[in-house]
């Protein structure tokens, strides 16, 4: 199994462009969270799929944040435009929903620096 | 979801067994301890579960208290690849619930 996967592991980016961050869950999982983490703020959800649903995007910041899940096997992440203080390691992470343990798998993340 | 106390930092020597303590005092009945860490650079890592009773598995043993109020997460024998950031976060565990708020956890460093 290879795990959640997240693409790019690294993006730099200047203020204003649009940046789109990419997940693919373990197959067979059906849920899938996007987080953000930085020194100041901590680990913070951001929101999160069942079914390829939308169940809580409280933690999406603004307007300025999309996510998407087209189908079980990706998800993206957008930001447009981006701002310097979007700059974070972004994590994504999948489960299963059901019977018994509901632990999260967490992909590598993807460190987001906007100049 | 009940809130969590953990202390900031702590120290154990290689080999020996590292308990990390947390405080859940407001958690609810059907409200489970669950214990993840993220080793540096890395994203956080599902160790182990609880509700009720002591648990066990090849990574860790968690010790809840009668009341529920407190926890101890135990590393039998610490490795230094057990340096790493531990998050102890109480939730229920239902559906539209799924989602883990991260507190500050505890640093842990095993010293060899």
């Known amino acids: 199994d290879a795990g959640v996967i997240q693409s790019p592991r690294h993006e730099v980016t200047e203020m204003g462009q649009e940046v789109t961050l990419r997940c693919k869950p373990i197959?067979?999982?059906?849920?899938l969270f996007w987080y953000r983490q930085t020194m100041m703020r901590g680990l913070e959800l951001l929101i999160y799929f069942n079914n390829n649903v939308p169940i809580d995007d409280s933690g999406m910041p603004e307007d300025r944040f999309s996510a998407k899940m087209p189908n079980a096997s990706f998800s993206t992440l957008k930001i447009q435009p981006s701002e310097p203080r979007d700059s974070a390691v972004y994590f994504c992470?999948?489960?299963?929903?059901?019977?018994?343990?509901?632990?999260?798998?967490f992909g590598p993340g993807t460190r987001l620096t906007v100049t | 979801d009940a809130k969590t106390t953990q202390p900031p930092s702590m120290d154990c020597a290689e080999g020996r067994a590292a308990n990390l303590p947390c405080n859940h005092s407001t958690i609810s009945g059907n409200e489970y301890v669950y214990w993840y860490r993220q080793i540096h650079s890395q994203g956080p890592q599902y160790i182990i579960h609880g509700l009720k009773n002591n648990e066990t598995n090849e990574m860790a043993s968690l010790i809840i208290t009668e009341d529920r109020k407190s926890s101890t997460l135990i590393l039998p024998h610490a490795t230094l690849r057990d340096t790493a950031v531990y998050y102890c976060i109480v939730r229920l565990d239902n559906f539209g619930n799924e989602k883990l708020t991260f507190g500050t956890g505890t640093r842990l460093t095993i010293i060899p």
């Open positions: 992470a999948s489960s299963f929903l059901g019977l018994g343990v509901n632990e999260q798998y």
């Open positions: 197959s067979g999982h059906n849920s």
